[in-house]
């Protein structure tokens, strides 16, 4: 098929790069003045609607049958994807990985990791994916897991299964050390010389870590959310921690061979590697979970829409995670700042959902939509983490961190609702959701 008839058949939407002007989203403290811009990323974070989801039912504005083709959407995706091409992207609702995709993205530059839904030895369709380019990333450590195994949470007889999953990453930037030969070039001793090389490297060592999830869906499962991002947290700063005191052993190991050479070794900083949260959050800006991932104050009508809700007449007898632990053991963790937080300031085009109330401003910055088919809402989310001050069960040492600070500078615009009415997905949009994507950068 030539370009032209693929530019044809495949009628996609061009959107830009909005640049943040206003209220941007950062973890720069205000008295930091003295810090220089050392990587930029772009990362997307896409529902693209699972081919073995969708149920006529389901979007009845879908008049014509080729919206909901899997051949025409997955040919519209990768028409996206390829014109955009961020650095990282996270994907939920991905079926037909293998056969659809993995040649794509492999021929895009880009390395993956792939999980599905599971619960017990059922294994469904679709699950959640990273991608990265490997010209500019280097995988380090990856965790795939199911929610429902994971030790913290068990199910028990008040809460379901629920077959989702999360991914974890920590990807480390490529070529940020090119100089490390020239500067130690005039050590004669080569054993010298390599570990020199490698004692800066580690130094100058950064990198990012990338998380993905699709939360549980049902809107009234509140509880069930909720120990889901206590999951994800918790398995989020257990990586990050363990790359960080791995990075501490491996410095320690080759100053303590440095010395076989040399009397004393200066010991330097070595960097923190910054998190960003990522995935379909089945949740809302004005709802408890968001408020509680960015540090916002619940109410008490709020605190009891985070109970337990039970769907039959089984009994409530002891409950080992209650939702007022769960939520103590969240308020632990650094907290996130969307990286759309601030998108209407800075695109005031951006169509306002009139049922709001004026002045009502549960939303605050965040878009009026990221799916609109049924439902119209905001789901989806970028959370970069606050965290530089946070530790979490280290260990006492010599080595300290430099904080690595991040900033949102654009954002990939929303189309105005009359380009999406009367749902998605249509002949332009190839899923139920629109991708986000940000333009991020990291400073030390």
Not at 71 to 85: G, H, V, W
Not at 235 to 240: A, M, P, Q, R, V
């Amino acid at each position: 098929m030539s370009k032209q008839q693929q530019q044809e058949e495949y009628l996609l939407y061009e959107r830009k790069f909005i640049t943040l002007n206003k209220n941007v989203p950062n973890t720069i403290p205000s008295n930091k003045d003295d810090i220089k811009k050392v990587q930029t990323i772009t990362l997307m974070s896409y529902n693209i609607l699972a081919q073995c989801l969708i149920h006529r039912e389901l979007y009845p504005y879908c008049k014509e049958k080729k919206p909901l083709k899997l051949s025409y959407r997955t040919n519209l995706l990768m028409k996206e994807f390829e014109s955009i091409q961020p650095d990282i992207a996270t994907f939920q609702e991905v079926d037909g990985f293998y056969n659809l995709y993995q040649n794509c993205f492999e021929k895009l530059g880009y390395d993956y990791k792939y999980i599905k839904k599971q619960i017990k030895d059922k294994v469904y369709q679709h699950g959640v994916c990273i991608l990265w380019k490997k010209e500019k990333f280097s995988e380090v450590q990856y965790n795939g897991f199911l929610f429902d195994e994971s030790p913290l949470v068990t199910p028990t007889d008040i809460t379901p299964y629920t077959g989702n999953t999360g991914q974890i990453i920590a990807l480390r930037f490529n070529n940020t050390n090119e100089n490390a030969e020239e500067k130690f070039s005039n050590i004669e001793n080569e054993e010298l010389k390599r570990l020199e090389i490698e004692k800066y490297n580690i130094e100058n060592d950064l990198g990012i870590i990338i998380s993905n999830h699709h939360l549980y869906w049902k809107p009234k499962a509140k509880y069930e959310k909720l120990r889901q991002i206590y999951v994800m947290l918790n398995n989020i700063y257990s990586l990050k921690n363990e790359i960080e005191q791995d990075n501490i052993k491996l410095y320690n190991d080759v100053c303590n061979k440095i010395k076989n050479f040399e009397n004393t070794v200066e010991k330097q900083s070595l960097n923190k590697w910054p998190v960003i949260m990522c995935g379909d959050f089945n949740t809302s800006p004005d709802q408890e979970i968001y408020k509680l991932i960015t540090k916002q104050e619940l109410n008490k009508e709020e605190l009891k829409e985070l109970e337990p809700k039970i769907e039959s007449e089984t009994e409530i007898k002891d409950n080992p995670l209650t939702s007022t632990i769960l939520i103590e053991e969240i308020k632990k963790f650094p907290k996130g700042k969307s990286s759309y937080s601030s998108y209407r300031d800075n695109d005031p085009s951006h169509t306002i959902n009139p049922n709001w109330k004026k002045g009502h401003e549960f939303f605050k910055g965040e878009p009026t939509y990221t799916t609109y088919c049924g439902w119209k809402g905001t789901l989806d989310y970028e959370f970069i983490m606050d965290d530089n001050d946070f530790k979490f069960n280290q260990e006492n040492n010599d080595i300290s961190f430099n904080p690595t600070y991040l900033k949102v500078t654009k954002n990939l615009n929303v189309p105005k609702s009359d380009i999406l009415e009367p749902g998605l997905p249509n002949l332009n949009f190839p899923s139920d959701h629109i991708c986000i994507m940000s333009e991020i950068e990291l400073y030390q």
